[in-house]
């Protein structure tokens, strides 16, 4: 019988060249989980208040998932963990791809790296052998040339998986991320900027150690029932056709509790492209640096990065591991634009909008170069796209001019200025050294109160889902311990995880209609306060699990993720008490924040984007967020001061964290 977890964690010192094995007690896997509540376990304890987090004493963690390699569905994601650059505070990024089950196969659940290297160098771990090596030959080198070479020079029986970091990460650009898989990425945050400042250019896997659930054959029959929902794929609308069902959906004055079924279906059909024009038109996409709306990028603006034109210049599609849906794919790059490339991943959903509708550039073919380019440089396409906007917009107000961009005229929709853009923020050339940092970082130095015009919240900047439509969003852009994040909580989420026919303790939706009305939505009450607490302590779960959202927004009576844990591990827990373990997960990412000086009274989102003023026209016409009741009404329902956001002792107690108590 085994118990789905490795039992151990690898430690490298940088500076000192030291490495070794720390095993952890069976006890923190069953308060903690693997992936994210194990990061946050590790990170608490290890990284001293006020830590530089491009020093040596930041720690950074890649970490495989609980339910990774056990033979459940949708559990193939890997997380890293560290103290981030871009918000000071907790900092975690997530991916996709086969990384995850390769660290357990090491017969690690998460390896943590400290201290500084003196030269470029990579890890490499096989045959149950740890070694640093240098990289300096690999310095410089974008991160799909870096794995291909990496990938060339440890041929053998099992093919190894490698993570690594492009010229942005080099160049501690704050939004830079960590790619796997030839340009997938774990963007957000900036931990790509720790990796460069550690001199980290690579981690190089190759095992052979299995995970052993506790009960195989339950796996098995919970797996296969879930992926019979998986498979369930009706016929569906046309790519241009979504827009029409934005607009449906936007025009009406009610709204039906979503079923993630119906996402499902999209998500296997396009990817998650599959809701760029349907998002523009229901106002869920922020447009023209969040002071748009589907009125200045409508059905024929928008027309051309529709669905359809996404999947038929598709050439392959692929699953994650242990993914039965496959909403990934590879991309031919055609045009002018694209010319040093022949291919891509194909574009995200917030790919497509942050470097389309929130720049106003109506071109598919740079878009996908931009995708290409931003994947190999190592730095998030979402902030990218965010910073370019904010730098339109100053251009446009005369904050900036050609003097200060190099010549560049940085207008709405200018696309060989938004390519060249971005070029110099990748090299940090020119105006590019300003702007590589994100927008808030660029609205300090730049001052004339710019600010105003930088979309993003405790430094990250916003994706690409508007608040002012799901005021869900801009909660969690909030109060999430690692601000400025979609994949955390949202009303919609909540009414698609379908956690209430699950756990008793959550409040139930749609018992008594499937149908609402939206102005609704925007009622700040203790109701969408335990929704939005639930979102955050479920996927505190789910982060723990490696679990894919995509999955989860199935539902829970199709996503086995509680019955998982038991047959993998033998615990035997109630939903209610897992629930609880995403608490205690959120609350010691808390208590970091508190520990490093985060005040989370005063992270809030800018006021454009909670509709102060509200927009005149446009999907969400006269919408505002009373985001400061909403604040407060989530920490009491953690059982945090109402006022500040910090943990109190007592839910401390509560949730038998200890050994944060001298440190708030």
Request: net charge positive; proline share 5%; aromatic share 8%.
């Amino acid at each position: 019988m085994g118990h789905a977890y490795m039992g151990k964690v690898l430690r490298v010192d940088l500076s000192s060249g030291k490495i070794q094995e720390e095993v952890i007690p069976d006890e923190v896997y069953e308060k903690y989980l693997s992936g994210l509540g194990l990061g946050a376990y590790m990170l608490y304890k290890n990284i001293p208040k006020d830590a530089e987090p491009l020093g040596p004493d930041n720690m950074l963690g890649f970490l495989s998932g609980l339910l990774t390699g056990t033979g459940s569905l949708f559990t193939g994601r890997w997380m890293v963990v560290g103290k981030s650059p871009l918000t000071g505070g907790w900092g975690d990024a997530n991916c996709g791809g086969t990384f995850s089950p390769a660290i357990k196969r090491c017969g690690y659940d998460g390896i943590f790296f400290t201290g500084i290297s003196e030269k470029p160098v990579y890890l490499s771990v096989a045959k149950g052998k740890a070694e640093i090596r240098d990289a300096s030959d690999l310095w410089g080198k974008d991160a799909i040339e870096t794995e291909e070479i990496l990938l060339e020079r440890s041929i053998g029986k099992k093919k190894p998986r490698v993570v690594c970091i492009g010229p942005a990460g080099e160049k501690l650009s704050l939004i830079s991320g960590i790619s796997n898989d030839r340009g997938r990425m774990a963007a957000r945050s900036g931990l790509g900027a720790v990796m460069g400042s550690k001199k980290l250019k690579a981690v190089i896997l190759s095992g052979v150690k299995r995970v052993t659930p506790h009960n195989r054959d339950k796996m098995k029959k919970l797996s296969k029932k879930c992926n019979k929902w998986v498979q369930f794929q009706p016929p569906f609308l046309t790519g241009p056709m979504t827009a029409y069902l934005g607009a449906m959906l936007r025009i009406l004055p009610t709204q039906m509790v979503q079923d993630g079924l119906l996402y499902k279906i999209m998500l296997r059909k396009w990817g998650t492209v599959s809701m760029n024009q349907a998002s523009i038109e229901m106002g869920d996409a922020p447009v023209k640096n969040w002071l748009g709306s589907n009125k200045d990028f409508g059905p024929k603006k928008s027309k051309p990065v529709n669905p359809d034109v996404f999947t038929e210049c598709e050439t392959v599609k692929y699953h994650c591991y242990s993914c039965p849906l496959g909403c990934g794919g590879i991309c031919a790059i055609k045009g002018k634009t694209g010319g040093e490339f022949s291919e891509t991943h194909k574009p995200e959903y917030e790919t497509v909008l942050a470097l389309g509708g929130l720049c106003m550039n109506e071109d598919p073919d740079s878009i996908f170069y931009m995708n290409e380019l931003l994947n190999r440089a190592g730095m998030d396409t979402i902030s990218a796209g965010s910073t370019v906007a904010f730098a339109i917009e100053c251009f446009e107000k005369a904050l900036l001019t050609t003097e200060d961009t190099d010549g560049l005229e940085l207008s709405w929709g200018n696309t060989e200025a938004i390519v060249a853009l971005l070029k110099k923020m990748i090299k940090r050339e020119g105006i590019g050294d300003l702007l590589a940092d994100g927008s808030k970082k660029a609205a300090e130095k730049l001052g004339l109160n710019s600010m105003h015009y930088a979309s993003q919240v405790g430094g990250q900047d916003l994706p690409m889902h508007d608040g002012r439509n799901d005021p869900g969003y801009n909660l969690h852009y909030a109060v999430e311990p690692s601000p400025g994040k979609h994949t955390i909580g949202s009303q919609m989420y909540y009414e698609m995880y379908q956690l209430w026919k699950r756990v008793k303790n959550v409040p139930k939706f749609g018992l008594f209609s499937m149908i609402y009305h939206k102005n609704g939505k925007y009622v700040a009450d203790e109701t969408k306060a335990a929704f939005g607490a639930a979102c955050s302590k479920y996927m505190g779960l789910l982060n723990g699990a490696g679990a894919c959202m995509f999955g989860a927004f199935m539902g829970t009576p199709r996503f086995p993720i509680f019955e998982w844990f038991n047959a993998a591990t033998g615990w035997n827990k109630t939903p209610e008490e897992y629930m609880e373990i995403g608490a205690r997960i959120q609350t010691l990412r808390q208590a970091f924040n508190v520990k490093q000086g985060i005040k989370p009274g005063e992270v809030k989102a800018g006021l454009r984007a909670l509709g102060l003023p509200p927009q005149k026209e446009g999907a969400n016409k006269g919408r505002t967020v009373d985001l400061e009741t909403m604040m407060s009404d989530y920490w009491r329902e953690f059982g945090w001061d109402p006022q500040t956001g910090e943990p109190t002792t007592s839910s401390l107690d509560r949730l038998g964290i200890e050994d944060s108590k001298n440190n708030l």
